[in-house]
């Protein structure tokens, strides 16, 4: 299996528009890399490709991957694109493959849903992207010898659907967690996740790779940087640190590589020289970089 981190940040990526937070400024001079927005691709041949999740840096990630280059006049070797939930940083990149090619679009019902309520998603033809609604727990074939199963993972509604309460520990069809198996290995990528169950640890466990939600080391760090109101908690991303964050919910676990994705412009980990990403090497954590390459 080969897997690359087309995108490691969370919404807005480092530097943010409109952030001038000292990472986003560190990005901005070269001090620290950049990081576009949440998206892998995965492929168990090496030839056939499934993207899962589409940012808005879609284009400038394709660009820099010649994996996903054409190879063609015209042509991709991107078979399927899977989304994991409804939010903008992983479904506004489908605008950017509006372009007539075939490939399958997956996610679940209610997600379907989601993007079917939008106008602008027809643009991708219903006769070039067959959309394929995906049972929970269910094996499905997402790219020639690449297996995936979507579970449910702790998670919410996106934040363009939220109503005046929100329910941020829902389990069900708006956020999933992915298992690919491929060649006897099995890999995880759940780069949205509201706490850490016992269940999910067991469901992980035994893992090649593990790629995991790291938007926020503590809970409350954008409101005490003053960048907003909303904790993690809130915002449906477990905290990396703490006791009940998912360095210490996962600890424990036998899993090949543990990596973290989905980094928010807030978190420390963003800077390679910051104490707390010592400290998650020595739990035995990686902090994912743009263009990383895993081969399980
Ligand atoms: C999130 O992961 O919380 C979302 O990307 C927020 C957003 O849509 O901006
Ligand atoms: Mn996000
Ligand atoms: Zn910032």
């Known amino acids: ?148 199963t979507l579970f449910a993972v702790p998670g919410k509604v996106p934040l363009y659907l939220e109503g005046d309460t929100v329910d941020t520990g829902l389990v069900g069809e708006q956020t999933v967690g992915v298992e690919f198996t491929a060649n006897g290995r099995r890999v995880y990528y759940i780069p949205g996740c509201a706490h850490v169950p016992d269940w999910l640890a067991a469901r992980i466990s035994g893992a090649d790779v593990l790629l995991f939600d790291g938007t926020l080391w503590t809970d409350d760090e954008m409101v005490r940087a003053g960048l907003g109101p909303k904790t993690g908690r809130r915002m449906g991303h477990v905290s990396v640190f703490g006791p009940e964050g998912s360095m210490a919910g996962l600890a424990g676990l036998t899993v090949g590589q543990r990596i973290y994705v989905h980094l928010n412009n807030s978190n420390p980990l963003v800077d390679p020289d910051s104490p707390q990403r010592a400290e998650a090497a020595a739990a035995g954590w990686q902090i994912a970089h743009d263009g990383m390459e895993i081969t399980p």
């Open 1 to 148: 299996m080969r897997i690359v981190i087309l995108g490691t940040g969370a919404g807005g990526g480092l530097p943010q528009w409109n952030c001038g937070c000292a990472h986003c400024d560190a990005a901005r001079d070269g001090r620290i890399p950049p990081m576009t927005q949440s998206s892998i691709a995965v492929s168990a041949n090496g030839t056939d490709w499934a993207l899962i999740n589409a940012s808005p840096d879609l284009r400038q990630q394709l660009s820099a991957t010649p994996a996903l280059w054409p190879g063609q006049l015209r042509g991709s070797p991107i078979r399927s694109v899977l989304v994991t939930n409804g939010d903008i940083d992983h479904v506004a990149g489908l605008l950017t493959l509006r372009e007539g090619q075939v490939f399958d679009l997956f996610a679940t019902p209610a997600i379907h849903d989601v993007l079917a309520a939008n106008p602008m998603v027809s643009a991708l033809a219903a006769d070039k992207v067959a959309r394929r609604p995906v049972v929970m727990d269910q094996p499905f074939q997402i790219a020639p010898g690449l297996q995936a």
